[in-house]
C-alpha cells in the first residue's frame, strides 16, 4: 500500500508540501487525527455499554467525518490493539481509580510516559487513545461537561506529540502494515503497563 504522502485513496497522485484542494499535509493528517479519536472513543464506549447516549458533535466532530471510509478502515485497525487492552484486568481496575476532578493532570502524566519521541510505537499510540477513551467514558458517567475539554486535551497532545512521527511514517495508513508483525501485541501490553505504573505513582504521591 503507498504511503500517505505518495498517493491519496483515490490513487492520485500528491506532492509532500500540499495535496488537492489547497490543504496541507498536516492539515490533512490533524483532521484525520481528530476522526481517528472520535471515531476510536465511540465505539469504545459503545462496546462498554451499548446503551450509551454520545454523539460526534458532542466530541466535537460530525458523523459525515467519522464515517469517512478511509477513517473506519483506519479504526478498525487500531481497534485491534485496543481489544488487547480490553483483556488487561489491572488496567480496567486501576483506571476505574481515577478521580474525575484531576482527569487533566492524570492525561498528561499518562502521555509523558507512553508519548515519548524515542520510544514511539502504534502500541503507545492506540493505549493513548483507548485511555482517552475511558476517561471519556467516566466523564459520560460522572460529570459530561468534562467530556470535550478532555478531547481537546487528547488531542493537543496528539499534536504535539504524535504527528511528527506519523508523518515520518508515512500517514495513518501505514497502521495496515504494521498489524502484520508480531510485535503490535506485545506493544499494546508494555504500553498497558506503562499507564498502570504512572496511574500508581500517583496515588503514592
Do not use: H
Amino acid at each position: 500500500m503507498a504511503s500517505f504522502n505518495e498517493r491519496d485513496r483515490t490513487g492520485e497522485r500528491k506532492n509532500r508540501r500540499g495535496a488537492p484542494g489547497g490543504d496541507s499535509i498536516n492539515e490533512i493528517l490533524n483532521r484525520q487525527s481528530g476522526a481517528l479519536l472520535r471515531r476510536f472513543v465511540l465505539e469504545t464506549i459503545q462496546e462498554e455499554d451499548p446503551q450509551a447516549e454520545l454523539s460526534p458533535e458532542e466530541l466535537g466532530g460530525t458523523k459525515n467525518e467519522i464515517d469517512e471510509p478511509t477513517i473506519k478502515d483506519i479504526c478498525k485497525s487500531l481497534k485491534k490493539i485496543g481489544d488487547e487492552l480490553n483483556r488487561n484486568v489491572e488496567l480496567q481496575r486501576v483506571i476505574e481509580t481515577v478521580p474525575v476532578e484531576n482527569i487533566r493532570d492524570v492525561l498528561y502524566k499518562v502521555a509523558e510516559r507512553i508519548l515519548v519521541a524515542d520510544g514511539l510505537n502504534w502500541g503507545r499510540i492506540v493505549t493513548f487513545f483507548y485511555f482517552a477513551g475511558k476517561l471519556v467514558s467516566k466523564a459520560l458517567k460522572n460529570l459530561r461537561a468534562m467530556i470535550q475539554p478532555i478531547i481537546n486535551w487528547s488531542l493537543e497532545l496528539i499534536e504535539t506529540r504524535v504527528m511528527p512521527w506519523i508523518r515520518q511514517q508515512g500517514g495513518w495508513e501505514t497502521i495496515f502494515s504494521y498489524l502484520g508483525t508480531p510485535t503490535w501485541q506485545t506493544f499494546a501490553v508494555l504500553s498497558a503497563g506503562l499507564i498502570t505504573s504512572v496511574l500508581a505513582l500517583m496515588r503514592l504521591t
